[in-house]
């Protein structure tokens, strides 16, 4: 069956179909015999690489909340033999929305982590940006899709904006030469804002 | 292979009455359609012939009350045992009950005991 752009997907089959391994996955972990809460939930730990605790936070939950809620779901999965099956395309939409609260919360964790050393986690903004435009693809009617990847693209957009002035802010290396104009104005001149705190006397 | 219960949460009613001779026309539709993945069910008598057990007390002493265990508007009329390979198709094959229309299915999987354990 060829995808055919003029014709009508009731009547020539399925155009949809997810190609790309990571999103059928989250499709996959997206399953409606699944709690919605744990939908979100388990591709996010499972197949975004998330921790459980960092999977709690990001769902504003208690880690102990969500070490059970995880540990129901695999249970459900197990005993009822949900299927770790790429779903078909009729199959799609009732997925659809969890779907795009695993990019969302998974560029969200990138864009500003609830923990750990470095505040942006690049890896998980580009995994998520690429997630959002293959999302786009599958779904280039979807308003939310359309929504999610400009939003992603906007933020992330300024990604590189914000470790500039994370750096600069940590007196880092970078000098105003290598900042935009808007960084270079709020990066902190020490010597200076300390004379005109009057802790350092001129001279 | 997985099993799993397939129990129809339906309006309470008389199986054996005259006038549910269209409605089980649907259950021996499913019937046919599903044959190769029934292993066994039943359609039961309404709730008002049903008999609840209970044991209280260090003595043992048996309780039993007439009723359901539940009395809801939905009850449970029947159940087929269904053996699929995973949850999607027992939820396919689910809905192509009638109950599924006019009720729900509840569909559970069934713990696979060895041979001569808990279930025989």
Known sequence: ?203 | MPAYVALTCTADVDWSAPEQTDELAGYREFGQAAAAIIRGGAALYPTATATTVRVRGGKGEVLASDGPHDETKEAITGFYLLECADLDEAVAAAAGLPAAWNGAVEVRPVIPFPPGEPTR
């Open chain 1, 1 to 203: 069956m060829t995808d055919t752009a003029q014709g009508d997907p009731l009547v020539d089959g399925p155009p949809q179909v997810v190609r790309d391994d990571q999103l059928r996955l989250v499709f996959t972990c997206c399953h409606p015999a699944l709690a919605p809460a744990a939908r979100v939930a388990v591709a996010l730990r499972v197949l975004c690489g998330l921790s459980t605790a960092e999977v709690a936070r990001v769902l504003l939950v208690s880690e102990a909340t969500m070490t059970r809620r995880l540990s129901r779901a695999r249970q459900k999965i197990g005993r009822a033999a949900v299927p770790c099956r790429v779903p078909a395309g009729h199959e799609l939409p009732e997925r659809h929305d969890a779907v795009t609260a695993v990019v969302y919360l998974l560029f969200n964790e990138g864009y500003s982590a609830t923990g750990g050393v470095d505040p942006i986690r690049p890896g998980l903004v580009d995994g998520a940006v690429r997630l959002a435009r293959l999302l786009r693809e599958l779904t280039p009617d979807e308003p939310t899709t359309i929504g999610l990847l400009a939003l992603l693209l906007q933020n992330g957009g300024q990604r590189e904006h914000l470790r500039a002035r994370l750096a600069a802010l940590d007196g880092a290396t970078a000098g105003p030469a290598d900042l935009p104009a808007e960084v270079a104005v709020d990066r902190p001149r020490p010597a200076g804002n300390r004379r005109e705190c009057g802790l350092d006397s001129p001279g």
